[in-house]
T-cell receptor
Framework: SAVISQKPSRDICQRGTSLTIQCQVDSQVTMMFWYRQQPGQSLTLIATANQGSEATYESGFVIDKFPISRPNLTFSTLTVSNLSPEDSSIYLC?????????????FGPGTRLTVL | TQLLEQSPQFLSIQEGENLTVYCNSSSVFSSLQWYRQEPGEGPVLLVTVVTGGEVKKLKSLTFQFGDARKDSSLHITAAQPGDTGLYLCAGEGSSNTGKLIFGQGTTLQVKP
C-alpha cells in the first residue's frame, strides 16, 4: 500500500486568510482525491486531483474556494481560500493504488484546520 | 445519486460483547470497502469485498457483502477496547471514476 504524508498536520488560521495543504505519496499514482471530514463524522469528497489537467470538483465545491494543483504523479496541494469558521474541519488526501484493480483508496493522516 | 446508509451511528458496549454494523443502499456497488479511523489519523482500510455473498474474516471481524451487492455488514465477535474507533463503509459506484461513496460512519466505544 502507498504511504501518504500531509503537511501541515494542523493549523490555526485567521478569517480571510488561506491555507495550502500538501499531500506527498511515496509512489506514482494516477488518482488522488481530497476530502473534508468533521471530527467523528464521515468523509465528503471535495475533488479529484488530475495530473496535468484541472481538478474535477464535486457538487458544492468550487475552484475559487478550493484550488488544487497536481504537478506530478506523487504530489498534490489543496488550498482553502478566504477562510471562515465554517471551514474548520479535517482535510484528507487519498490515493488509488495504481497496482490495484479495484478502487481501493489509502488515506493520509489528515490536516486539522481551525479558523478563528 | 448513490447513497450508503450506515447504522447504527453510535455504539457503546462492554468488552466481550458482539456487535454488527450495517451498510445499506438501493444501488448496486462493484465493490465495498470498510475502514477504521482513530482520532488524529486517516482512515485505514480493513477489507474490500467484491463478489455478492462474499464473506471475509479479519481476526475477530467478519465482513459480508450482500448477494445483490447492495449491502454489507461488519460483525465483531467479543469486542475489545482496541476495537474502539470510527468505522466507515465506502462503495465504488458504477461510474468507474475511482470515486468512493461513504456511509455516515459508526462510532464504536468498547468499554473495559
Amino acid at each position: 500500500s502507498a504511504v501518504i504524508s500531509q503537511k501541515p498536520s494542523r493549523d490555526i488560521c485567521q478569517r480571510g486568510t488561506s491555507l495550502t495543504i500538501q499531500c506527498q505519496v511515496d509512489s506514482q499514482v494516477t488518482m488522488m482525491f481530497w476530502y473534508r471530514q468533521q471530527p467523528g463524522q464521515s468523509l465528503t469528497l471535495i475533488a479529484t486531483a488530475n495530473q496535468g489537467s484541472e481538478a474535477t470538483y464535486e457538487s458544492g465545491f468550487v475552484i475559487d474556494k478550493f484550488p488544487i494543483s497536481r504537478p506530478n504523479l506523487t504530489f498534490s496541494t489543496l488550498t482553502v481560500s478566504n477562510l471562515s469558521p465554517e471551514d474548520s474541519s479535517i482535510y484528507l488526501c487519498s490515493v488509488e493504488d495504481a497496482g490495484v484493480t479495484l478502487s481501493t483508496q489509502y488515506f493520509g493522516p489528515g490536516t486539522r484546520l481551525t479558523v478563528l | 445519486t448513490q447513497l450508503l446508509e450506515q447504522s447504527p451511528q453510535f455504539l457503546s458496549i462492554q468488552e466481550g460483547e458482539n456487535l454488527t454494523v450495517y451498510c445499506n443502499s438501493s444501488s448496486v456497488f462493484s465493490s465495498l470497502q470498510w475502514y477504521r479511523q482513530e482520532p488524529g489519523e486517516g482512515p485505514v482500510l480493513l477489507v474490500t469485498v467484491v463478489t455478492g455473498g462474499e464473506v471475509k474474516k479479519l481476526k475477530s471481524l467478519t465482513f459480508q457483502f450482500g448477494d445483490a451487492r447492495k449491502d454489507s455488514s461488519l460483525h465483531i465477535t467479543a469486542a475489545q477496547p482496541g476495537d474502539t474507533g470510527l468505522y466507515l463503509c465506502a462503495g465504488e459506484g458504477s461510474s468507474n471514476t475511482g470515486k468512493l461513496i461513504f456511509g455516515q460512519g459508526t462510532t464504536l466505544q468498547v468499554k473495559p
